[in-house]
């Protein structure tokens, strides 16, 4: 098989103006956008473009338009002069039952010759936004990279701020580490990780039970009422568009 699930968990940790962090357990799915065919074929549980108990559904990602969701992905990341990915791969998670949210997908972009080029974060707010940060990717293989924050998210964080990733590709295992920073310093730290879980019934029908996309959604929306019963002060929703793209740059200085 050429997709793979994974069990990992996420944490949040905000340094001011007061501490607050919680983690939670999270499962997540690579997807080859060149094989979902296998995918549909694999489980009845499981479906492609079309309703079932886990799906997935290429109009969920990328921008909206004509064509495959690989396809989509490819303009995007030529339109910010890096290399045509040959291959893609996307780290993210499923519909369950019809729900859908992903707070973060990742694309990792590949030559014909197997070499990651290009790595572009995609990332979702609550209101139905969505901003894709395309990088070139590191010459080593832990891929870091930094981008200037361009899409409302939270409303307890700032809009001026900056993001740096540091990223270890899906294999075996896989981690994430986001830094956002003000003017200050570090201001919130996230770490998403998961390690590879056999892609067989039993696994899947754990993820119908214990929907990923559906405990993201409720924990943002219950650590938000935690914030604001501890004061921390709003941001106002400043739309930006339904889909948005904008380059990031390799950080060579990131400490993760």
Known sequence: MAHALYRGLVMHRRLRPKLHHFRYRVSSWLIDLDQLETLAGYYPLLGVNRAAPLSFMEADFGPPGTGSLKQRIQDLVSSQELPRPERLELLCNLRCFGFRFNSLAIYFGYDHAGTLTSVSYEVSNTRGERHLYAAPASPDGAQQ???????????????????????????????????????????????????????????????????????????????ALKLWIKRIPRVDFTPTGAYRTSSAIIDKDQVS
């Open 145 to 223: 990279q930094s981008a200037d924050k361009q899409m409302y998210v939270s409303p307890f964080m700032p809009m001026g701020c900056r993001y740096r990733f540091h990223t270890t590709p899906p294999q075996q295992r896989f981690r994430v580490v986001i830094h956002q920073s003000d003017r200050q310093g570090v201001l919130f730290s996230a770490l998403w990780r998961g390690e590879q879980r056999p892609l067989a019934y039993p696994a899947l029908l754990k993820e119908v039970l214990f929907p990923t996309a559906l405990k993201t959604f409720a924990a943002i929306h219950w650590q």
